[in-house]
């Protein structure tokens, strides 16, 4: 899990285009919007974006998708669990 997590960070560095940071400068269960990232509505739907295109997962209710990203460690479970074979 912890390979995928890192996996998981480099993806959103990419998506989000977080020039300049490295998968360890992000926690894993640091919060990515608000005080953690920072990320805002424009981020989520890059994140959902990623989240199709990589996993093959939709995210249609946006409260859903408030708990899949609250932090690194919630998308790694979560697209565990879902993810398209």
């Known amino acids: 899990m912890e390979d995928f997590k ?12 977080l ?8 926690d894993d269960n640091a919060p990515l919007f608000g005080e953690g990232l920072g990320l805002d509505s424009i981020d989520s739907l890059e994140m959902i974006v ?9 995210i249609e209710d946006p409260r859903e998708g408030r708990k899949i990203f609250e932090s690194v460690s919630t998308m790694a479970e979560y697209i565990q669990a ?4």
């Open 6 to 17: 890192r996996l998981l960070k480099l993806q959103i560095i990419e998506a989000l285009n």
């Open 50 to 58: 990623l989240m199709e295109r990589n996993y093959g997962i939709k």
């Open 19 to 26: 020039q300049g940071m490295q998968p360890e400068e992000i």
């Open 82 to 85: 879902n993810r398209k074979k």
